[in-house]
Nanobody, 123 residues
Framework: QVQLVESGGGLVQAGGSLRLSCAAS????????MGWFRQAPGKEREFVAS????????YYADSVKDRFTISRDNTKNTVSLQMNSLKPEDKAVYYC????????????????WGQGTQVTVSS
């Protein structure tokens, strides 16, 4: 079993930046592909970014590309999401997820989920 804990959320003004982190307990991050998803009030969970297990290939939703950057540090068993140029529409609970190496852009591909961290962007 893998437990994931997100941190780094908070309140930021539009145009600002936040860095989210995800730490794993149990099996190490190096065994999994990792993803970030978000869910805004009244909306479905949506894909944000992911990074593969084997080669650290990254994938991004069109809505965040060129603004967000996902990275992983296998020595620390952490995954980060650097969020720049934040917009009010980025407000959501952000979730870290771990899945098999084939996991990419779909939430159902992932096996483990964190409890989420709130990101609020003021306008």
């Amino acid at each position: 079993q893998v437990q994931l804990v997100e941190s780094g959320g908070g309140l930021v003004q539009a145009g600002g930046s936040l860095r989210l982190s995800c730490a794993a307990s149990g099996r190490t991050f190096s065994s999994y592909s990792m993803g970030w998803f978000r869910q805004a009030p009244g909306k479905e969970r949506e894909f944000v970014a992911s990074i593969t297990q084997s080669r650290s290939i990254t994938y991004y939703a069109d809505s965040v590309k060129d603004r967000f950057t996902i990275s992983r540090d296998n020595t620390k068993n952490t995954v980060s999401l650097q969020m720049n140029s934040l917009k009010p529409e980025d407000k959501a609970v952000y979730y870290c997820a771990a899945g098999p190496r084939s996991s990419r852009r779909v939430g159902g591909e992932y096996d483990y989920w964190g409890q989420g961290t709130q990101v609020t962007v003021s306008s």
